[in-house]
Nanobody, 124 residues
């Protein structure tokens, strides 16, 4: 059983930056593909970024448009989401998720474990 704990959310002005962290425990982190999702009020949860467990492969939703970077530290068992040039429409609860030995995963039901989420609020 893998436990995921997100941190780093908060309130930031438009154009600012935040770095989210997701610490994992209870599994072999290096064998998990990791993803970041977000859910804004009244909207469905959507994929933001993913990091495959092998090959150093990362991928992003189109709306990211070069503003966010996902990275991972397999020694610290942590995945990060660096978010720059934030916009008010990025306001949401951000969740990290894990999929064992997964490939490119962008759908919620492809992930096995989820964190509790961290709130990101971007003011205009």
């Amino acid at each position: 059983q893998v436990q995921l704990v997100e941190s780093g959310g908060g309130l930031v002005q438009a154009g600012g930056s935040l770095r989210l962290s997701c610490a994992a425990s209870g599994g072999t982190f290096g064998r998990y593909s990791m993803g970041w999702f977000r859910q804004a009020p009244g909207k469905e949860r959507e994929f933001v970024a993913g990091s495959m467990w092998t090959g150093g492969i990362t991928y992003y939703a189109d709306f990211v448009n070069g503003r966010f970077t996902i990275s991972r530290d397999n020694v610290k068992n942590t995945v990060y989401l660096q978010m720059n040039s934030l916009k008010p429409e990025d306001t949401a609860v951000y969740y990290c998720a894990a999929n064992y030995l997964g490939g490119r995963r962008t759908l919620q039901n492809e992930y096995d474990y989820w964190g509790q989420g961290t709130q990101v609020t971007v003011s205009s």
